[in-house]
């Protein structure tokens, strides 16, 4: 990648930086910016409708922000910190066995991973995502994606030291865990295909036989 070409980085501290004034425009900013970025897209979500919904000024976005991609990015930290901080909490402190955590942790991504605001956000980055050298899908990949999958192969590593379970690659199987774990009825939802009363499409049966499946290929027998 070209210099000109580095994407932004998310500061994780970027708020607490901010004056008590400052975060609460912040956080109607970041309110305003996801509603827009959602109705429009990333190209074509205009500042000025950010500031309108928000309200305040262009000096004040641009003194938090800097840009539109920074204030994306901050966006998508926002929206990942919300969804999976409680995910990595449970995966950090799970003690039960793997099997459990499999299903525990199966269960939240699904139910995270598919209400309507999680829909849509993937809609976008789905539409958006292959323009301007890949852009945007890079922000989400970065932001959401390898989020998601550090936290799973943060545990699968874990296990794999305590000798509970056998794995060549953690990060690798939990790619292939949370791609099994949303098929097929994920890839259905983000179509907007109504797929009927069709067994195939049961996530209750779908995540159990996932957590099946892969625990039974990991688990170390003693």
Sequence with gaps: MKKSETMPTCIKTAKELLSPKEKARYDKLIDAASKVFLQYGFEKAKMCKIIKQAGGSFVTMYKIF???EALFVEV????TEEIFSS????AISYSENFEDFLYDIGKKIIAISTTDDAIAFHRLIIYEGHKNNAKVGKLFFENAVKRTVSTVAKYFERERERGNISIEDPT???Y?????????FFLAEIL???TG???????????RQTVKIFSKGMVVKK
């Design 66 to 68: 800097g840009n539109k």
């Design 192 to 194: 907007g295909v109504d």
């Design 197 to 207: 009363d069709s067994p195939i499409f049961d996530v209750e049966k779908s995540l």
């Design 87 to 90: 995910i990595e909490n449970s």
């Design 76 to 79: 998508l930290s926002q929206k």
């Design 176 to 184: 292939q865990f949370l791609h099994l774990l949303k098929e097929p």
């Design 172 to 174: 690798l199987a939990a």
